[in-house]
């Protein structure tokens, strides 16, 4: 079984030049509160995509990270590259704004099968060649907190997109996959995340699932809902390893700021 390797220097404001991991960035916005991290992630990504009304809280709140300087010019540097999405949330007003920066807009209405975040994560790996796949981390803002089924419906994409990597992000966690088709190392840098994480398996219960470097190891041991998961662990170790039957979503703390 191939190994995969996870690590948050997404959160770093610069990513170190000997980072084994060197992966490409994509950023997709959603329509909840901008993590105060965003400028830094936007800064990583090389595609940045609003999913329909995270349009709107671009707009409206990347000047609130800058108070001191003036909203336009914030709003002039922190442009889309597209915008994408039923269209049911955005205004008007920021469409009208971004599309005169040269931002494309896609807009799918016709298509109420699939989320928004499906929808960009859809366009992403379109534009994606097959050898940068491997290569690609898509990061999502907004993803977490506000109504329960955007959540769910949060979570069930990075399970129909397994072979890509997707980080969910808000201002308390992230969350990502882990596939059962990979052992995995996860590479904790303590300066921004962490000490509390959890291992959940969503979907179908784990019949044997074994980690090191957890306050609260688990060795072959069995996870479904209904009975035992691992949840308010805690990192000990600056690697944590993880192999399982099943595929598992991995969520880790991050700090705040000093």
């Known amino acids: ?53 995270g349009a709107n809280r671009l ?36 469409l009208e704004f971004y599309s005169n920066l040269g931002t494309k807009i896609l807009d799918e209405s016709y298509d109420q099968d699939t989320t928004d975040l499906h929808k960009c994560i859809s366009f992403i790996q379109d534009s994606t060649s097959e050898l940068d796949k491997s ?27 397994s072979n890509i990597r997707i980080v969910l992000i808000s201002d308390d966690c992230l969350i990502h996959l882990l596939p059962r088709t990979h052992r995995h190392e996860i590479h904790i840098l303590s300066s921004v995340e962490g000490p509390h994480c959890g291992l959940i398996p969503i979907g179908m219960p784990s ?13 072959d041991m069995e996870m479904r809902f209904g009975g035992l998961i691992s949840t308010s662990n805690i990192v ?12 598992l979503v991995w969520t880790i703390s991050i700090k705040k700021p000093m």
């Open 1 to 53: 079984m191939d190994l995969m390797s996870h690590s948050s220097t997404f959160l770093l404001p610069s990513i170190p030049v000997d980072n084994k991991l060197t992966l490409k960035y994509a950023l997709v916005v959603l329509n909840q509160r901008l993590p105060q991290f965003t400028p830094l992630l936007w800064n990583h990504a090389q595609l940045r995509l609003c999913a329909d009304g």
């Open 59 to 94: 707009y409206d709140e990347m000047p609130e990270l800058f108070p001191q300087e003036d909203s336009l010019l914030v709003r002039n540097r922190y442009k889309p590259d597209v915008i994408k999405g039923d269209m049911d949330s955005v205004r008007t007003d920021v």
């Open 135 to 161: 290569d690609l981390c898509i990061l999502v803002t907004g993803a977490l907190g506000g109504r329960f089924d955007h959540e769910m419906g949060n979570i069930n994409v990075l399970f129909r997109f």
């Open 207 to 219: 019949a044997k699932t074994t980690t090191a470097g957890l306050q609260w190891d688990l060795n």
């Open 236 to 247: 000990r170790n600056e690697k944590i390893t993880v192999q399982s039957d099943s595929d």
